[in-house]
C-alpha cells in the first residue's frame, strides 16, 4: 500500500476539509491523447458533447454525449491518442472520505469495497442502452454542481447528500463484478510503472529501472508494457512529457526552451520535432494558440 501511494497522481482535488473539485475537459480532434493515470478519488463524468474513446483498466471504451462515467480508486485511464473527434466532459472527483468515516456502516458496507477493489461497476453508464438510468445520475449530477457552485448556508451537507444518493442508485440498479487476482497483479504493476514514471519525466527514465520496478528482465518489461499499454514505454514517457509541455505553453508564462528542458528534453530540435508530430504544429505555434484541453 505505501507503493501505491508513492506513485499516484498527486494533484490535490479540493480541500483537506472538503476534498471534491469540479472540472470541465474539451479535448479537440487533435488531441494527442491523455495519458493513463489513476487516483485514489472517486470519479463520476458527465460527456456533454461529441464522442470519443477512454481507455479503462486495459480496455477501449467508446464514450459519446449522454453517456456517464463513474470510476472508482485505482482504476487506470485515460484517453488514446486520436481517439476522439471533439469531446466535452464534466467530471467531479472526490476522494471517498468525504462520504464517512472508517468506522461509519455505510463505509464498510459500501464504501470500502469500492475504494479497495472488490467490487466494480461498470465504467460507463450508456445513455443509449440505459437512458433512464443515466438521465437519473445526469440529474443527479446537475444538483450537484448547482450546490457545489452555491453559496448557501448548508450546500456542503448536500454536496455529499448527492453523492450519496448516486451511489446508492448504481448499488441498486447495476450489477457489479469481483476482479480477478491475476488481472488485479497486472493493474498494480502498471499504476507503479505510469505512477513512476509521471515522479521522474522531468530526467531521463530507463526501460532497466522500470523493469526492475516489476521485477522483471527488460526484454520481458518491454513486451509486457506494450501489450497491456498499447504503446512502448519510450512513447508513454513522451506521452506525458508531451501533456505537461502543452499545459505549460498554453499558460504563455514559459519560453518555449524553458518548457522542453524542464520537461525531459534535453535537445531542442528533438523537442519540438517530437512535439509537432503529435499536436501538428511547433511549439511555439502552439503557444500562441493557447488551445489545451487541460488535465485533471
Same mark, same amino acid.
Request: net charge negative; proline share 5%; charged share 30%.
Given at each position: ?218 526484454? !520481458? +518489461?518491454? $513486451?509486457? /508494457? *506494450?501489450?497491456?499499454?498499447? =504503446? &512502448?514505454?519510450?512513447? %508513454?514517457?513522451?506521452?506525458? #512529457? ?27 530540435? !528533438? +523537442?519540438? $520535432?517530437? /512535439? *509537432?508530430?503529435?499536436?501538428? =504544429? &511547433?511549439?511555439?505555434? %502552439?503557444?500562441?494558440?493557447? #488551445? ?5
Amino acid at each position: 500500500m505505501k507503493e501505491k501511494k508513492m506513485y499516484r497522481e498527486e494533484n490535490r482535488h479540493g480541500s483537506p476539509l472538503f476534498p471534491i473539485e469540479y472540472y470541465n475537459c474539451v479535448y479537440p480532434a487533435r488531441l494527442p491523447g491523455l495519458p493513463v493515470h489513476w487516483h485514489e478519488e472517486f470519479e463520476i463524468t458527465c460527456v456533454r458533447r461529441g464522442q470519443g474513446t477512454y481507455l479503462i483498466d486495459l480496455e477501449p471504451c467508446p464514450v459519446k454525449e449522454g453517456d456517464v462515467l463513474f470510476l472508482t480508486s485505482g482504476i487506470l485511464h485515460g484517453i488514446p491518442a486520436g481517439s476522439t473527434d471533439f469531446l466535452e466532459t464534466d467530471s467531479f472527483v472526490f476522494h471517498p472520505s468525504l462520504l464517512g468515516g472508517p468506522l461509519d456502516l455505510c463505509s464498510v458496507k459500501y464504501l470500502a469495497p469500492l475504494e479497495q477493489g472488490e467490487v466494480r461497476f461498470p465504467a460507463v453508464i450508456s445513455g443509449e442502452r440505459e437512458p433512464r438510468l443515466a438521465a437519473e445520475l445526469a440529474g443527479m449530477f446537475a444538483r450537484l454542481k448547482k450546490e457545489f457552485d452555491s453559496e448557501e448556508e448548508g450546500h456542503e451537507l448536500a454536496v455529499k447528500g448527492e453523492l450519496l444518493k448516486a451511489l446508492a442508485v448504481l448499488y441498486r440498479e447495476v450489477p457489479f463484478e469481483r476482479k480477478e487476482k491475476q488481472n488485479q497483479e497486472v493493474l498494480e504493476k502498471l499504476k507503479t510503472v505510469t505512477g513512476y514514471i509521471k515522479e521522474n519525466y522531468q530526467r531521463p527514465v530507463s526501460v532497466a529501472e522500470l523493469a526492475d520496478l516489476c521485477h522483471f528482465s527488460e526484454y !520481458y +518489461f518491454m $513486451r509486457f /508494457f *506494450k501489450q497491456y499499454m498499447n =504503446m &512502448t514505454c519510450v512513447e %508513454y514517457i513522451n506521452q506525458c #512529457r508531451m501533456e505537461e509541455a502543452a499545459a505549460r505553453l498554453a499558460s504563455g508564462r514559459e519560453s518555449v526552451t524553458e518548457v522542453a528542458l524542464d520537461t525531459g528534453f534535453g535537445n531542442l530540435s !528533438y +523537442f519540438n $520535432r517530437v /512535439f *509537432k508530430k503529435r499536436f501538428g =504544429m &511547433t511549439p511555439g505555434a %502552439y503557444r500562441k494558440d493557447g #488551445r489545451y484541453a487541460g488535465k485533471k
